[in-house]
């Protein structure tokens, strides 16, 4: 299982190693963590990088992909074109496209969420709808097909114990 968590500057950490943290205890599962290239990405915190492994020309068949939100550089990821035009590609052939807090504007900037049910941070449920998407207040995570969105930052940890759980069964996600 190949899982892209994408990064991008100042994104939140916790929106990301949050997930990775649970899906790195899958078997059999390879993460990268992904943006317009490899090496360190700034944090929204200003102070934390994680490691971009590769870029997005490099990672183009994820299994899994996981974009997580920001308090600050929301709307700027949702004018990255190199971001969003990845999504679109990789979005035709991931088994999961997902999303933790404010993540669920930058796919829904893509396209990808028009007409789905997604939520996000519950600040931002009214521009989810105005990007089209069927926004679910009060929901900490919804599936809607193969879409799945978290809402605030620590509903990406419950997200990928549920993720793990669809994938690796409960018995699995409750030793992880």
Not at 25 to 46: C, E, R, W, Y
Not at 152 to 167: C, P, Q, Y
Request: aromatic fraction near 6%; charge should be negative; hydrophobic fraction near 40%.
């Amino acid at each position: 299982m190949q899982v892209a968590i994408a990064l991008y500057r100042g994104f939140t950490a916790l929106d990301a190693v949050g997930p990775y943290e649970v899906l790195r205890q899958m078997p059999h599962t390879n993460i990268s963590f992904i943006s317009n290239k490899a090496g360190p990405v700034l944090a929204d915190s200003g102070v934390l990088s994680l490691y971009a492994t590769c870029g997005y020309d490099e990672e183009s068949q994820p299994d899994i992909v996981i974009v997580p939100g920001s308090s600050t550089h929301t709307e700027t990821a949702m004018r990255d074109t190199e971001l969003i035009e990845w999504l679109q590609r990789v979005h035709q052939t991931t088994t999961w496209t997902t999303s933790v807090c404010t993540g669920a504007m930058i796919l829904g900037a893509s396209g990808i969420l028009c007409g789905r049910a997604a939520t996000t941070h519950w600040t931002m449920q009214s521009a989810l709808t105005d990007l089209g998407a069927d926004s679910r207040t009060n929901h900490r995570i919804v599936r809607d097909g193969k879409l799945v969105t978290a809402a605030g930052v620590s509903a990406g940890i419950d997200f990928a114990l549920w993720l793990a759980g669809e994938i690796c069964g409960r018995e699995r996600a409750e030793m992880i």
